[in-house]
């Protein structure tokens, strides 16, 4: 459903789990990122109506998952501490040459964030189904939901605005780069990395 073309490393999921306040704090400032990415959708392209008002309730939601994932942090007696580079979404943002028309920008933009949005929805499937603390594991199916349901508005704002033809073609083209990405990475104690 999601696309990727190479899943997560299972190993990936052992590393999560014996570091999974790292995990916790990793996703935080994902979720405040997610935010941000939708936030930073309205200011720059503020005449597309429809795209605003998706935004809009975007923000919401990922602030309203950071407030949960950051609740979680507070109960384990953990601290926030400073955001670390995210070493895939920036590799990832390499793909597309700077540029182009406003359209082709826009199109970039929301073909890279469906993008992080499916990566993360199959991490917290994996984390879902095999970390051992029930409570961490429901929390991650549910957030699952959440993320597959913002990969295809992402996408399909993406071939709204775009030529459906292009778009699909620049969005399989995207998807080998990040499973050659992904080669070198699952290593980490982050969401992504």
């Given amino acids: 459903m999601l696309g990727l073309k190479l899943p997560t490393d299972p ?4 590393i999560a789990e014996k570091n999974i306040d790292e995990i916790l704090i990793d996703h935080a ?23 605003v008002t998706e935004m809009v309730s975007l923000v919401k939601e990922e602030m309203s998952h ?6 979680r942090l507070l109960k384990r007696g953990i601290k926030l501490g400073q955001d670390r580079k995210d ?5 990832l943002l390499k793909f597309f040459p700077k540029g182009g028309s406003r359209t082709t920008q826009l199109v970039h933009r929301l073909l890279y964030a469906a993008l992080i949005e499916a990566r993360s929805c199959e991490r917290f ?38 030529d459906r033809k292009e778009v699909d073609k620049k969005w399989n083209e995207l998807l080998e780069f990040e499973a050659e990405l992904m080669k070198n990475l699952g290593t980490k104690e982050t969401i992504h990395g």
């Fill in 11 to 14: 190993r990936w999921v052992n």
């Fill in 87 to 91: 070493e895939y979404v920036n590799s």
């Fill in 29 to 51: 400032h994902c979720e405040l990122k997610a935010a941000s990415t939708a936030n930073s959708l309205i200011m720059s392209f503020p005449e597309y109506s429809d795209l």
């Fill in 66 to 71: 950071f407030k949960m994932v950051h609740e």
């Fill in 125 to 162: 499937r994996l984390l879902s189904e095999n970390i051992k603390d029930k409570e961490l594991a429901k929390f991650y199916r549910d957030l699952m939901a959440s993320e597959a349901n913002h990969y295809t508005l992402f996408l399909n704002f993406a071939r709204n605005f775009g």
